[in-house]
């Protein structure tokens, strides 16, 4: 399970199609040892990365919900300092067998490669959008950090995905980029400060098809 939301507000929890920026910088922070309350330059340079989604699977949108209450000889403290005997339910939308591949691109090598080290030997727990939804298997690739364009290198990755019984590798995946020219959809989730003070600016992402590179079955004579 994973949870991707840029447009939460109190008991409404929602989730993007795929994984946000913000969430991925905060992923990348948790494994780096930054806390929620530092806005430092490593930070910033993180932010400032162009990042790019690959959609292996796109998973199945579901909902939950929470409900906070008290016992019936009991009261609730509202956030206002009021009393209250009502239990509050709080919906939680997230994603389910979902698959994405993840590049970040700059020009600072040494960056990834800290990053990339970090994903490996995090300093605190990772999760995918939500401290409950921890990962399965490691998030990053053997040969995560390469010297190729982002979008040339994901169409070149192989298909993450484990194929099921009814499943082969698609011929193309959507690819969502993030946008230098300010075309494409409006995301509201760039960095702008310390997860704590939580500011977030606008960013443009586009979406394209990329044929994806087939592995050969036997080897060339």
């Known amino acids: 399970m994973q949870s991707w939301g840029t447009t939460s507000r109190f008991d409404q929890r929602d989730t993007g199609k795929e994984p946000s920026k913000s969430g991925v910088v905060g992923l990348l922070a948790a494994a780096l040892g930054i806390d929620r309350e530092v806005w430092n330059d490593e930070l910033k340079s993180l932010a400032a990365l162009t990042m790019a989604v690959?959609?292996?699977?796109?998973?199945?949108?579901?909902?939950?919900?929470?409900?906070a209450g008290c016992a019936a000889t009991d009261k609730m403290r509202r956030a206002d300092g009021s009393l209250s005997d009502d239990g509050v339910t709080s919906q939680r939308h997230y994603l389910a067998d979902a698959v994405f591949l993840v590049g970040l691109e700059g020009a600072d090598r040494s960056l990834l490669e800290v990053a990339h080290a970090a994903l490996q030997n995090p300093v605190w727990p990772l999760a995918l959008g939500r401290k409950s939804y921890v990962p399965?298997?490691?998030?990053?690739?053997?040969?995560?950090?390469?010297?190729?364009?982002?979008?040339?290198?994901?169409a070149a990755t192989p298909w993450i995905s484990s194929p099921r019984r009814w499943e082969s590798a698609p011929e193309r995946l959507l690819v969502s980029i993030e946008s230098a020219d300010g075309s494409g959809a409006l995301r509201m989730d760039q960095p702008l400060s310390s997860f704590a003070v939580r500011?977030?600016?606008?960013?443009?992402?586009?979406?394209?098809?990329?044929?994806?590179?087939?592995?050969?079955?036997?080897?060339?004579?």
Do not use: I
């Open 136 to 154: 399965s298997e490691f998030v990053c690739l053997d040969d995560g950090v390469v010297d190729a364009p982002l979008r040339e290198t994901l």
């Open 54 to 67: 690959r959609h292996d699977r796109p998973g199945v949108l579901k909902r939950d919900y929470q409900t």
């Open 199 to 221: 500011r977030f600016g606008a960013r443009y992402v586009r979406s394209e098809w990329v044929a994806l590179q087939q592995e050969q079955a036997h080897a060339p004579l």
